[in-house]
């Protein structure tokens, strides 16, 4: 091979590798927000049990989080366009930093609500701008690919945040009782949340500013630097900011068109695709699984250890089965994986629906057995398969890269806030569902919505497989 062929081959490597580094510094957010959004796992029984709390104070607790969530991706999008994505990124870090300590040492059930909010925004936040960054320096080729790494981080921080839990628990004999420096585990399993939130501070404030956000301030050598680095020799990254500059004026000049407000119940109707994508995501009860699995394999007859280890086992599950997602996103495209994680996600929840119809004993003293018990641990992490290699990553793609360039960061950051809420109802929903009716009922709404969103994908979402963020419209992805 020639000097001269192998150079800008060699050029091409370099750049792939900085948009890679880039994205993987970015998405350090969606590690936090993992581990943050399900270090109450493993805490949730002691803190129930050390301040005496009823059911459904306790899901207040746990759920209070995710409206801090829909406040902080409300905000962070609006934040991100006068601000800057990286320092936004920043205020999320301190966000995470501060309410990991003040959780750790919280005297009663109201101030830990408290931080677990303030938690919540810097969660939030992370929600909305790793995606828009991501997608903002990817090269169209790799956008998929990048954009997954959002959820590939979601997972691994879902995992360290249930096996940390089962490390500290175990080490004090249960979450309740003391560990060090007259701490309870449940505290240390809060504390331990500032080291990566330190870490994701420091990354943010070393990589670039987006190159869309620097255009369009004016700052033309720092975005031509940061597209020249990311591109490669392949794509001129002068003809890519003129690009970028012709969106920017055409936005200018349709400013009334750079809102949201429009077409369906006040909503443009890309607006209402991201929203309602967002809100099948958390609709299949996914964060069931994640928030309540310890509690609830310990009521299908499993002690605190062992359903410790089945809610890690679970978690390491969703991280493997991601990178299904990211090895097929660019090849096969967004939607047939959507539409195949949607079916698969109806048929294992309604076997789990019919599997806990079997269960003897009424809210959370229930048993399963026989076969029952093996029949509904196999469909839950059926169901972690199918979501995890479809809606798990694909929503926060398409929330990345769907919407104009005019509306993207309030578009995510509205979706992002939706996504929140709808994990907020089903949170705070499941306890008394499971005291009133059992698993079965639960599992089974869940079952319905999953079929709905195959419906939804089939006739409202468009495939964006290649299309260069420049040319996304608002017809082209929805039928709406």
Same mark, same amino acid.
């Given at each position: 091979?020639?000097?001269?062929? @192998? ?10 590798? !900085? ?12 590690? +936090?927000?993992?581990?943050? %959004? ?67 040492? #919280? ?18 936040? #992370?929600?909305?701008?790793?995606? $828009? ?26 995992? $360290? ?40 501070? &420091?990354?943010? +404030?070393?990589?670039?500013? %987006? ?18 680095? &990311? +591109? ?6 002068? /003809? ?6 012709? @969106? ?19 909503? !443009? ?35 605190? %250890? ?5 809610? =890690? ?6 991280? #493997?089965? =991601? ?7 660019? !090849? ?13 996600? #109806? ?14 004993? %009424? ?18 992490? $059926? ?5 995890? $290699? ?36 089903? =949170? ?42 420049? /040319? ?9």
């Amino acid at each position: 091979m020639s000097t001269a062929s @192998s150079a800008p081959q060699a050029d091409a490597r370099s750049a792939r590798r !900085k948009a890679t580094a880039l994205a993987v510094a970015a998405a350090v957010g969606g590690f +936090l927000f993992g581990f943050d %959004s399900s270090v109450i796992n493993g805490a949730v029984n002691a803190i129930e049990g050390q301040f005496e709390l009823d059911p459904s104070v306790t899901g207040f607790v746990v759920a209070i989080a995710l409206l801090g969530c829909a406040l902080g991706a409300w905000a962070g999008g609006r934040l991100a366009d006068r601000w800057g994505r990286t320092h936004v990124m920043v205020l999320g870090s301190v966000l995470f930093f501060v309410s990991s300590i003040l959780s750790a040492i #919280a005297f009663t059930a109201w101030d830990l609500a408290l931080w677990r909010f303030m938690a919540g925004v810097g969660i939030g936040i #992370a929600s909305v701008i790793a995606p $828009a960054y991501i997608a903002e320096i990817a090269p169209a080729a790799m956008r998929g690919r990048l954009g997954s790494l959002q959820q590939l981080a979601i997972t691994v921080g879902i995992f $360290a945040a249930l096996l940390s839990d089962q490390l500290l628990a175990e080490s004090a004999d249960g979450a309740a009782n003391v560990l060090w420096l007259g701490w309870e585990a449940w505290r240390w399993m809060f504390l331990v949340a500032v080291v990566p939130a330190a870490v994701y501070g &420091v990354l943010a +404030l070393r990589i670039p500013e %987006s190159p869309r956000y620097l255009a369009s301030k004016g700052r033309d050598d720092e975005a031509r630097a940061v597209l020249a680095s &990311v +591109l490669g020799p392949d794509e001129d990254a002068d /003809d890519r900011l003129a690009q970028i500059h012709r @969106s920017i004026a055409a936005d200018e000049e349709n400013a009334e068109k750079g809102t949201l407000r429009g077409g369906t119940f006040g909503l !443009k109707p890309i607006v209402w695709v991201g929203i309602l994508l967002s809100v099948f995501q958390q609709f299949v009860g996914i964060n069931v699984i994640f928030y309540y699995s310890t509690t609830l394999w310990q009521a299908v007859g499993f002690d605190e %250890s062992q359903a410790f280890l089945v809610s =890690t086992i679970t978690a390491v599950t969703n991280v #493997a089965v =991601t990178f299904i997602a990211i090895a097929l996103i660019d !090849k096969v495209g967004r939607r047939p994986l959507l539409l195949i994680g949607s079916a698969g996600m #109806a048929l294992s929840l309604g076997l789990m629906a019919v599997a806990f119809t079997q269960a003897t004993g %009424s809210g959370e003293d229930i048993s399963l057995s026989g076969p029952w018990g093996v029949i509904a641990l196999i469909c839950a992490n $059926a169901f972690v398969v199918f979501f995890g $290699a479809s809606w798990g990553p694909l929503v926060w793609v398409l929330l990345g890269e769907m919407f104009p360039n005019r509306i993207r960061a309030a578009a995510l950051g509205v979706a992002a806030a939706m996504q929140w809420i709808a994990n907020f109802v089903i =949170t705070m929903t499941f306890p008394p569902l499971l005291s009133a009716f059992g698993a079965a009922v639960p599992y089974l709404l869940y079952a319905v919505f999953a079929a709905l969103s195959f419906v939804f994908v089939l006739t409202k979402v468009r495939e964006t497989k290649g299309v260069e963020l420049e /040319d996304m419209g608002e017809e082209s992805h929805s039928r709406a």
